[in-house]
């Protein structure tokens, strides 16, 4: 049960953020929305966008911008290779820890570097006031499977064991872009995206028509 509820929102939770996308599911045939948060950092999101064109799918990556500040270049590799964009506010902060006022002005600051209407809150948590600020501006994009790859106890089998368990039609599957999960993701993700293939499942970004 614990298990679950770290890899998979549980339905309590997915209404304390109202308005939210968790999933996305396709009328016909299955669609997948493979996500990145946290880079983009010259340390291993070249190698995930070299993955991803080998793969031959695209993805959403949501920036901290204070890492698009420091690497504008590597956000402009990110667009235009094909993939989408989403804030991921400018300094990684969490809501809880920050009145909605210092918090909006985070989120708006990371805009004028990102210029993209998809948000996600980093480890998921807002307060109900800034969620209700943040609804006037963007789409809140959330999660249906979070793939845990920045936990050094596990290892890229486990990762990958998650991803065949709770991946289902209309899936937001979140993986990092960050040196934290590098060692996991650079395993798991390839292995992740090829299973999912051979399940039939089409991969898409988010703002794609499902």
Known sequence: MVE???????????????GAR????AIT????YLTFD?????????WVLDQLDELGIKATFFCVADNVRRY???????QRRGHQVGNHTYHHIQGLFHSTKSY???????????HSRYFRPPHGHLRLSQNLELSHSFELIMWDVVTRDYNPKLSP?????????YARNGSIIVFHDSLKAE????????????WLQSEGYHFLRIGDAP
Not at 72 to 78: N, R, S, T, V, Y
Not at 157 to 165: A, D, M, N, Q
Not at 184 to 193: G, H, I, Y
Request: net charge positive.
């Open 4 to 18: 679950r509820l770290l890899c998979r929102v549980p339905m309590w939770y997915r209404m304390l953020i109202p």
């Open 22 to 25: 968790w999933r996305i599911p």
């Open 29 to 32: 045939g299955r669609s997948i």
């Open 38 to 46: 946290d880079g983009p950092i010259p340390e291993v999101t070249p």
């Open 72 to 78: 504008p270049e590597l956000f402009a590799e990110i």
């Open 104 to 114: 909006m002005k985070d989120v708006h600051a990371a805009h004028e570097l990102i």
């Open 157 to 165: 089998e486990t990762i990958l064991g998650y991803v065949k368990r």
């Open 183 to 194: 060692k996991n993701m650079r395993q798991a993700m390839p292995e992740a995206v090829r």
